[in-house]
């Protein structure tokens, strides 16, 4: 059984920043993907951003709402990733959840049935 913990939320002032770390345990080989995913009260889950990593080389996705702001990083064999998200805005506020992916899908990596996992989410709150 995969086991994915998120840590690093909190509660920040509009413009600051914050690190969410997320740590996969259970299996022995490499993520193909991870990503991060985020949904605020009566709002639906929204794709942040992603990492994957195919055929030696690193990919990386952003939704447009965070790019430039936020940067994704990860260890695909170490199955850790991290979400650095700095300038934040009470927009951002929400749970985000991590979630990796090991096999195969037609789904792509903004689609959150494009992953096998998910964590159980850490509060991120930007106050204004």
């Known amino acids: 059984q995969v086991r994915l913990v998120e840590s690093g939320g909190g509660l920040v002032q509009a413009g600051g920043s914050l690190r969410l770390s997320c740590a996969a345990s259970?299996?022995?080989?490499?993520?193909?993907?991870m990503g991060w995913f985020r949904q605020a009260p009566g709002k639906e889950r929204e794709f942040v951003a992603a990492i994957t990593w195919t055929g030696g080389s690193t990919y990386y996705y952003y939704a447009d709402s965070v790019k430039g702001r936020f940067t994704i990083s990860g260890d695909n064999a170490k199955n850790t990733m991290y979400l650095q998200m700095n300038s934040l805005k009470p927009e951002d506020t929400a749970v985000y959840s991590c979630?990796?992916?090991?096999?195969?899908?037609?789904?792509?990596?903004?689609?959150?049935?494009?992953?096998?996992?998910w964590g159980q989410g850490t509060q991120v709150t930007v106050s204004s």
């Open positions: 259970g299996r022995t080989f490499s993520a193909s993907a």
């Open positions: 979630a990796v992916r090991y096999s195969a899908t037609t789904y792509g990596v903004t689609a959150y049935r494009g992953y096998n996992y």
